[in-house]
């Protein structure tokens, strides 16, 4: 073999070796996607559509959110003290408020109007039947409501500025990283409760990754506030 042969095996080789060893190139997002709510786990009640519109490129990906729902009435709710928000107190009781007479429970420590208050936990009887109950169901709400209606990641991993969903819009700090040979992408939002929270702060975690058949979108959402935690399993279908 002469070495002009030789010399066209190597280069063939070679080729083949940097292509072996190139990084594949990630998953891509773009198009509308549908909530599917059959597939999907912990979602908050009263929710009625969710839909997110992904443009990808090399460089950036966009991500703009429709959520329809009374969400934010579930939101307050879930807040009031034990749940139990404006009742009708102790059956048949026709004292200030609704509550029991002296202002308390027999044997209580002074409950106070007990058609507000309710018993501790589950409420009392003819008062308003309580929403939710615990701080999850807000972080449910939460995961919706707070994460942004439209926000840009940059794809070499470097952080970028938006805003957090909710009536005040508070800013936030966006993040994008790839991981599984670009297989699964992560998007973490960071940011303060600006809408009377106390200023706690907010942190959003999405991890997007295709279906094993390709054809749906799956997202694991988790949410941490200030009123607590939650982990969402989204599922969406494109459009």
């Not at 198009?31 to 912990?42: A, P, R």
């Not at 991500?63 to 009374?70: C, H, I, L, N, P």
């Not at 009031?80 to 102790?90: A, M």
């Not at 992560?186 to 999405?206: A, P, Q, R």
């Amino acid at each position: 073999m002469n070495k002009v042969a030789l010399l066209g095996l190597s280069l063939v080789f070679c080729c083949s070796s940097v292509e072996a060893k190139k990084t594949p190139a990630p998953a891509n997002f773009s198009g509308t996607w549908v909530l599917d709510f059959t597939q999907s786990k912990n979602l908050p009640s009263g929710l009625e559509n969710y839909s997110i519109v992904v443009s990808q490129n090399q460089k950036n990906l966009e991500v703009k959110t429709s959520v329809k729902g009374d969400l934010d009435r579930q939101r307050s709710a879930s807040n009031e003290p034990n749940g139990g928000g404006q009742g009708t107190g102790y059956p048949g009781g026709g004292y200030p408020g609704g509550g029991y007479p002296n202002g308390g429970y027999p044997g209580g420590p002074g409950m106070g109007r007990m058609g507000r208050i309710g018993i501790p936990g589950v409420g009392f009887p003819g008062g308003r039947r309580r929403v939710g109950g615990e701080s999850g169901t807000r972080a449910e709400a939460d995961a919706f409501t707070l994460y942004p209606t439209d926000a840009v990641f940059l794809m070499d991993g470097a952080k970028s500025s938006g805003k957090l969903g909710g009536q005040n819009q508070s800013d936030a700090t966006l993040m994008a990283d790839w991981s599984k040979k670009g297989k699964l992408l992560t998007l973490v939002m960071d940011g303060d409760e600006g809408f009377g929270g106390g200023g706690g702060s907010i942190k959003i975690k999405d991890q997007w990754k295709f279906s094993k058949d390709g054809h749906s979108l799956m997202v694991d959402r988790t949410i941490h506030t200030s009123s607590g935690s939650k982990t969402l399993h989204l599922a969406f279908y494109k459009k």
